[in-house]
């Protein structure tokens, strides 16, 4: 019988002998427990045999482990070898830990006491994990098992791909693999002959896809090994868990930008919940096994937020690119809606994306206020799918309503587009929208009162954003328009002109369609305001039918002889003011050609018979003249469309081909300023010639010698590059059958630039808009850019064309 001496140093020697005991020395070990419990030495020695534990895991486990990591790369050069590594080192953690862990002599200290023998293996187990969770600084533990699993996710994947090799027979399949080299495995070769392949001897070596040259299924084996050693350990959730969240964001996120980046108008969500199914979830199970409380750090509906948040997050990145596209892009669109349904916290990040994408794409100077317009549009139609309240639209479009207020040219576009048949707003005016008679919007509770059958709560983002009414929200696309303004008399007052413009420019206009416009019009803006406009229309109608009967000879005593006239028309009170409508406006003295005179007193004399005490006060500045010009040249024969004024002028010329500035003006009275205007444009034309303070008509068989190889009759000067610019910058008056030289097209598209800087910004000087043009319209249109010679003779053809005015250097449209 041992004495409790003799047994305490039994028990001291029996730690070091795990594994190596004699039949004998076990007897020796029960007995000195035996020992030990009579005398009430139990409790004592396994407060003993934990520190001695935690002295050996300290001095001789826990460096041997760190060791396994002082090779491993820094980064994922080789992630094979860093996975090599923690396979190894953990499998010698867990060999060594379960030495002391789950032995005879732990056993018997517990002897009919499970309960209490798990409490104490937890509690050595806790110990390894407080060293392993507190790593030093030279080993990037959490760097390790990120690319460990990001290997066993991918090797995971690759082996649950199907393959067939049924079509060959075996010495042509066993070729082939031995030729083929696994992307994935590649660089195992190197360590074929380490001690953790060796060790391995579970492996079913009848497994037809470990091959010679691809040992996926070799590494899956001991990525589960691992696992398992982790888990044995209580170590699998706190060192795995956040690797293999990290992997399955890394994993999701790069499946989503690879599937869905580049395409609009298809939906993914589906296909995304069934990829993570099949392959997110299944890896994630091979992972944590059957731990309920590992499974919810991972759980299917945190994948599937996952799936919607990275969705979300790349369609918001993109989603001025899914306006521009709309609405091949409404899948999209409907797919974002679901995601944002259930990841509250993105609308906010919705918001800022799309306004900052509007302030650096969309809202500056050189974009036409028709392209702003146009993309305000495809913004709403987009957000009403994406949130049908408006709460995000009224959010959003804050910064488009205001810069658009601030443009002078906004109300015009509106309106050109709302009466436009070709362009989509006149399809949103035609659609069934009630009368709105009241310029004030209902608030909300006068609102819900009249659509208390449709109502619906508020969002809760509706109050925190301070959005406006919600019958402003629920307008439609031309309310929300209107709305950019607080007064509607806005409208109808460009309306006006817009319809005095048209009708002004084409005798010939469609009534009916002008008609039509008027009564959608009148549903938006009330009748009473729209009056001056039904006048202008019904004068148009009664002018057609007295003209008809004129020009058809009807009024027998009145027949044209050589000039044959058509007129319009007007009630000049209920036309809108600026538009030369006056008799006294300048111009309206011009000395007429003689025919035009007789013309114009038959046309007279003909209404006067017609409608008896009434007369017409001809307005001669206005209108058009179709001249055919004779140079005695079937191939220099030009005809043009033009004003009284320029008709006029080109007809003194007949008289004498030689003028100096102040006789023109006298001979057609009018002011030599007006006629400086003017007579640019025949000067742009090639036909006449300025010479100090004269203006000569051009002989033009002599010009057209003198260009050969040209493409228009120009003006000799001393530059031809510069000349062929200003040439091509003219506007041209010619007949409608005459096709435009692609140079006049690109030319017309830098002045539609220059307009729009110049009508939102303060007058500019000449190096200021030149290097607006090379920073906007050349690199759009990646065109050569206009020397500055180039672009002030461009500028001098446009003052003479009256669009421009120059002021101490700083040009600003007329």
């Known amino acids: 019988m041992l004495s409790p001496d003799d047994a305490w140093t039994v028990l001291i020697r029996a730690p070091s002998s795990f594994g190596q005991s004699s039949e004998s020395d076990e007897c020796r070990i029960k007995e000195a427990l035996h020992v030990l419990a009579s005398n009430d030495l139990i409790t004592v020695y396994q407060e003993w045999y934990f520190e001695t534990f935690r002295k050996h895991f300290i001095r001789v486990i826990l460096p041997e482990f760190w060791s396994y990591f002082k090779e491993a790369p820094k980064n994922d050069a080789d992630m094979i070898k860093t996975s090599l590594l923690v396979f190894k080192g953990f499998k010698y953690l867990h060999y060594e830990s379960q030495l002391w862990l789950d032995n005879q002599l732990v056993q018997s200290l517990f002897l009919n006491q499970a309960e209490a023998l798990t409490e104490f293996q937890d509690k050595m187990k806790d110990l390894i994990k407080s060293f392993l969770l507190c790593p030093p600084s030279s080993h990037p533990f959490d760097i390790l098992f990120l690319t460990v699993y990001k290997v066993g996710f991918k090797i995971a994947e690759y082996l649950d791909q199907p393959r067939d090799t049924s079509m060959r027979d075996d010495s042509e399949a066993g070729s082939s693999m031995m030729e083929e080299t696994c992307t994935l495995c590649q660089g195992i070769e190197n360590y074929k002959d380490d001690s953790i392949f060796t060790s391995t001897t579970d492996l079913d070596v009848s497994d037809s896809r470990i091959f010679a040259s691809c040992n996926c299924v070799l590494i899956k084996k001991l990525f589960l090994e691992m696992n398992r050693h982790l888990r044995d350990l209580n170590l699998l959730k706190e060192i795995s868990t956040d690797a293999v969240l990290s992997v399955m964001h890394h994993l999701i996120e790069n499946y989503v930008h690879e599937k869905c980046k580049s395409t609009f108008d298809e939906s993914f969500l589906d296909k995304l919940e069934l990829w993570i199914h099949h392959s997110v979830s299944r890896w994630r199970t091979i992972v944590f096994g059957e ?119 906004t109300v015009k576009c509106i309106i050109t587009a709302l009466t436009d048949e070709s362009s989509e707003l006149a399809a949103e005016l035609a659609k069934d929208i009630p009368p709105t008679d009241d310029v004030n919007p209902l608030n909300d509770d006068e609102y819900i009162l009249k659509n208390w059958r449709k109502w619906s709560p508020a969002p809760v983002e509706a109050d925190n954003i301070g959005c406006s009414s919600r019958s402003n929200r629920q307008s439609d696309i031309v309310g929300i328009l209107v709305n950019i303004y607080d007064r509607k008399d806005l409208f109808v007052e460009e309306y006006r002109r817009l319809l005095a413009q048209r009708i002004l420019q084409n005798f010939e206009c469609n009534v009916e369609h002008e008609r039509r416009n008027l009564e959608l019009l009148t549903l938006r803006f009330g009748e009473s305001d729209l009056h001056s406009c039904e006048v202008m229309i019904q004068d148009i109608s009664v002018s057609k039918r007295i003209d008809n009967r004129i020009n058809a000879g009807e009024i027998e005593a009145f027949h044209w002889k050589k000039f044959p006239t058509k007129c319009l028309i007007l009630s000049a009170q209920f036309w809108p003011e600026k538009l030369g409508l006056s008799t006294t406006e300048e111009g309206n003295n011009l000395h007429l050609p003689p ?220």
Not at 307 to 336: C, K, T
Not at 337 to 355: F, P
Not at 374 to 383: E, F, G, R, V
């Open 291 to 409: 731990d309920s409380e590992l499974f919810a750090q991972a759980s299917s509906e945190r994948l599937q937020h996952l799936i919607y948040e990275v969705y979300a997050n790349l369609r918001i990145s993109q989603f001025f690119d899914i306006i521009v596209e709309y609405p091949d892009a409404e899948p999209a669109l409907i797919d974002l809606r679901e995601c944002l349904a259930k990841c509250h916290d993105l609308k906010g990040q919705l918001i800022k994306s799309i306004k900052n994408a509007f302030d650096h794409r969309l809202l500056y100077p050189a974009v036409p206020t028709n392209d702003i317009l146009t993309a305000y549009i495809q913004t709403i139609k987009s957000l009403k799918i994406l949130d049908d309240s408006g709460v995000i639209l009224e959010k959003v479009c804050v910064s488009i309503k205001k810069y658009l207020k601030g443009r002078d040219d």
């Open 595 to 814: 025919p035009a005179k007789e013309a114009i007193t038959t046309y007279t004399q003909a209404f006067e018979t017609i409608k008896g005490s009434r007369t017409l006060n001809w307005l001669l500045h206005i209108g058009l003249v179709e001249i055919d010009l004779d140079f005695g040249s079937p191939e220099l024969n030009q005809t043009f469309c033009v004003s009284p004024i320029h008709a006029s002028i080109i007809w003194q010329f007949q008289e004498k081909t030689v003028w100096t500035l102040a006789d023109l003006a006298q001979t057609l009275c009018i002011s030599t300023p007006l006629l400086k205007r003017k007579i640019g444009f025949w000067i742009g034309k090639g036909i006449i010639r300025e010479s100090g303070e004269r203006f000569i008509l051009n002989d033009l068989g002599k010009t057209q010698r003198n260009s050969l190889g040209n493409d228009s009759l120009m003006t000799a000067s001393d530059n031809d590059d510069e000349s062929d610019y200003e040439e091509d910058l003219n506007e041209s008056a010619s007949t409608p059958t005459q096709n435009q030289d692609p140079r006049e097209r690109r030319m017309r598209m830098y002045w539609s630039f220059i307009e729009n800087i110049l009508r939102n910004l303060n007058p500019l000087p000449l190096e200021r808009i030149r290097s607006m043009l090379n920073m906007f319209a050349f690199q759009a249109s990646n065109e050569t850019p206009l020397t500055i010679q180039q672009l002030k003779n461009f500028l001098a053809a446009q003052i003479r064309e009256g669009k421009l005015v120059l002021n101490d250097g700083l040009y600003s449209l007329a």
